[in-house]
């Protein structure tokens, strides 16, 4: 079972938040959703209040397979603004565990230093701030242990993604059929 920490603050948007919790947790991970501001409910990019497991430990994050940052312009300013947390990206990174980030989060990966030299993909139109790292216009990108993803639209399938590299294809694919889904999904 791998053990998954989904970073949250202010502004954190929701859809990617919550559709990686569930969709890993219905997959078999242990995911804790970590408050950067501590265990206080957190006010999500459209007004949602999501209630966080656990506030962020920077020394409890070295215990974790995946850190995974989601977007909302908010949530990752907040995210990224914590220097404990770009250190344990980092680490991780660095340790070959899983790092991820969806829309605006990949923002937060390159201030860690973490897309240099990777093929990555955020919303479209912020990889203009992106210093580091090859663009790819594409709804998922997976470059070794690294997985990133486009916005709120793409987040089942980024989630699925992470599901079927942490838990096994077999993981994947039960959760998406319970889902209504196919996964892998069909190639067009």
Same mark, same amino acid.
């Given at each position: 079972?791998?053990? &998954?920490?989904?970073? &949250? $603050?202010?502004? %954190?948007?929701?859809?990617?938040?919550?559709?990686?919790?569930?969709?890993?947790?219905?997959?078999?991970?242990?995911?804790?959703?970590?408050?950067?501001?501590?265990?206080?409910?957190?006010?999500? %990019?459209?007004?949602?209040?999501?209630?966080?497991?656990? #506030?962020?430990?920077?020394?409890? !994050?070295?215990? *974790?397979?995946?850190?995974?940052?989601?977007?909302?312009?908010?949530?990752?300013?907040?995210?990224?603004?914590?220097? %404990?947390?770009?250190?344990?990206?980092?680490?991780? $990174?660095?340790?070959?565990?899983?790092?991820?980030?969806?829309?605006?989060?990949?923002? &937060?990966?390159?201030?860690?230093?973490?897309?240099?030299?990777?093929?990555?993909?955020?919303?479209?139109?912020?990889?203009?701030?992106?210093?580091?790292?090859?663009?790819?216009? +594409?709804?998922?990108?997976?470059?070794?242990?690294?997985?990133? %993803?486009?916005?709120?639209?793409?987040?089942?399938? *980024?989630?699925?993604?992470?599901?079927?590299?942490? +838990?096994?294809?077999?993981? !994947?694919?039960?959760? #998406? #059929?319970?889902?209504?889904?196919?996964?892998?999904?069909?190639?067009?």
């Amino acid at each position: 079972m791998a053990r &998954v920490c989904v970073l &949250v $603050a202010d502004g %954190s948007e929701e859809l990617e938040t919550v559709a990686v919790v569930d969709v890993l947790r219905r997959a078999g991970a242990e995911v804790v959703l970590a408050g950067v501001a501590g265990t206080r409910p957190v006010k999500a %990019s459209r007004g949602v209040g999501l209630v966080p497991d656990a #506030a962020w430990d920077a020394a409890a !994050a070295y215990g *974790f397979d995946a850190l995974v940052v989601p977007g909302g312009m908010g949530g990752v300013e907040a995210i990224g603004a914590e220097g %404990s947390v770009l250190e344990a990206l980092r680490r991780a $990174a660095a340790a070959g565990k899983w790092v991820a980030a969806i829309c605006a989060g990949p923002q &937060v990966l390159d201030r860690a230093g973490v897309l240099e030299g990777k093929r990555y993909t955020c919303y479209p139109g912020l990889n203009r701030e992106i210093g580091g790292g090859e663009w790819q216009d +594409e709804p998922v990108v997976v470059d070794g242990k690294l997985v990133t %993803s486009q916005g709120p639209g793409t987040a089942v399938a *980024f989630a699925l993604t992470l599901a079927e590299l942490l +838990e096994g294809l077999d993981a !994947a694919q039960r959760t #998406a #059929a319970g889902m209504l889904l196919e996964w892998p999904p069909e190639e067009a």
